[in-house]
């Protein structure tokens, strides 16, 4: 498992604000009192924690725990996995300096945590999993469902695995959410992929956390070749099953229906519902299969080894969707990484529905509206967990996906 499973993205002054205010949520959430943050000494309290800032104070990225030159060093290498050669260096460049000691010039901003011993977020998870760690952690851009991420790091400097912790009422549903569905898949025989195993779940200050295994990101890569890309998805595809039926009749828009109402009390969520109202009368004594889907499959969310693909950020997974949602998602989220023109990748996904959905036996004639339901899917969710007001990057459906998507359902015949 990679520590990072955020698309990249350009980091604007309105994002280093956001993420130097929640830099102080989090160690508010992973330190709370009687623990104190760069305070003075209290009663009995002695060092808990240390972290240097990854690039700074002002635009954090990386909390870097201080234990060890090597923890250090592990920490940054294991951090992510860098989109372009010029990331990858500047990576390597940190490393080195964290081994070499030098970092003490490049990294001014420290963090101190100070408390009773064994407090914290760290004494939690020492115990809980009986083995001495040190955690880095992973400060995001601004989305909804942002939520503390830690790498787990051996004193050896070995990644023993990687923590999430849901701290509000979306956040909390989605690990309880990956909890199940890393249970569930841990009982399928998968020959195309490899998820993470579930170490710990838990409760800890009102948080719901997951600690998952490290998957071996350090394995040598292979290029991902489109037809084992194809395999995995259409294997978890079909993991739980596969039904068969109408589209007005199925739990699948029963559900959708219900999502969609929640969400109709705003603008966005007024036209999403009425696009959705307008196809079903159109389509719905369409015949489709349904399966399962990873929920947000894209190229950040996945490795590729010689033998299988590691993929993980599971707390999207759900059964009984159309077939063919991974592909659409994925074709959706690589032409954004690579153009950055959201609403020209909407377009091109449901033009090319035909291509990406034959692989996965969809009835004749269904691609187009297959691409539309995931439209619908997605921009439910969106609205959901209120992106836009999180001030997500695509969080303002309007800008991008809505217009689209209510021509194309204009269109549909």
Known sequence: MSPVTTAPAHLTDGDAALRARYLEEVLGVLYPPPCAVDGGPRDGA???AGYLVVPDARRPRLLVPTRSRRVAAAAVRHYAEPQSRSARLKRDAVVLALRSGASKVMLRDRIRVTGPAGSGIDGYLRRQLDTDLAISVHIGPARANRKPVLQLI???????????LGVGPLTRRLVRAETAALTAL????????????VRHAGQWHGHQVLVQSALPVWEPRQPLQ??????AMREIAGCCGISRGWLATSPYWAEMRDRLTAVADRPEGAALAGAARSLAARAGDTDLRYGAWHGDWAPWNMASLGDRLLVWDWERFATGVPLGFDALHHDL?????????????V????????LLLRPFDTPPGTAEL???????????????D?????????????????????RRVEGYQ
Not at 186 to 197: G, I, K, Q, Y
Not at 226 to 231: A, M, Q, S
Not at 347 to 354: D, G, H, L
């Open 154 to 164: 051996s004193p050896a400097g070995e990644t023993a695995g990687f923590a999430k």
């Open 386 to 406: 209120r992106q836009a007001e999180a001030g997500a990057r695509l969080g303002v459906l309007g800008t991008w996906l809505l217009p689209v998507l209510v």
């Open 370 to 384: 297959t691409a539309l339901l995931y439209l619908i899917d997605l921009a439910a969710r969106y609205l959901a």
């Open 226 to 231: 489109p037809h084992r890309l194809t395999d």
């Open 333 to 345: 989220q690589q032409r954004i990484m690579a153009n950055g023109d959201a609403p020209a990748a």
């Open 186 to 197: 841990s009982h399928v025989d998968l020959r195309h992929l490899m998820v993470p195993a």
């Open 46 to 48: 002695g060092p808990v």
């Open 347 to 354: 377009e091109a996904i449901v033009r090319q529905a035909p």
